[in-house]
């Protein structure tokens, strides 16, 4: 293939993932509310449906609203001891990382390594940890 082509094609795959991956909690709400109408008696008219669709949904969305998780915020000291940046290329040695839920949360979503964040592998098998060990 040519490559001047190859790469809208690959731009253009690369953003149709990245919506998805966006509306995937919409597509999984779609989903129960599919479901649900399934296992009722089916309206008899379109009118009903839609009515008995909007009815679900709202109900699923005050479901999804309560398991969300709130976010904890850590408390900023004002002290003027604070510790300079760390700039070691070694600085992330097991027991050091600490990423933030909503990293977490895209690494898992992406496939990505919950250590180092790259793909391929998993935190149980990343290479990059496993030099971090003495």
């Known amino acids: ?13 690369e953003l149709q993932g990245a919506m998805l991956g966006r509306h995937q909690e ?3 709400a779609a989903r129960e509310v599919r479901e649900e109408i399934l296992s009722r ?3 008899s008219s379109l009118d ?8 679900l949904d ?3 969305e005050g479901h999804r ?3 969300v998780p709130v976010p904890t915020l850590q408390p900023i000291s004002n002290s003027s001891s604070s510790a300079a940046p760390r700039t070691d290329p070694e600085a992330m040695q097991l027991g ?3 990423i933030s839920g909503a ?8 496939g990505l390594c919950l250590y180092c964040g790259t793909e391929g592998h998993f935190a149980i098998q990343c290479p990059v940890k496993d030099r971090a060990r003495p």
């Open 103 to 110: 990293e977490r949360q895209r690494r898992i979503h992406h």
């Open 26 to 28: 919409e597509l999984s």
């Open 41 to 43: 008696d089916v309206p």
């Open 58 to 60: 709202k109900r699923f």
């Open 1 to 13: 293939m040519d490559p001047a082509k190859e790469t809208p094609i690959r731009s253009t795959v």
């Open 96 to 98: 050091s990382l600490c």
């Open 65 to 67: 609203r309560a398991r």
């Open 48 to 55: 009903q449906m839609v009515e008995l669709a909007i009815r």
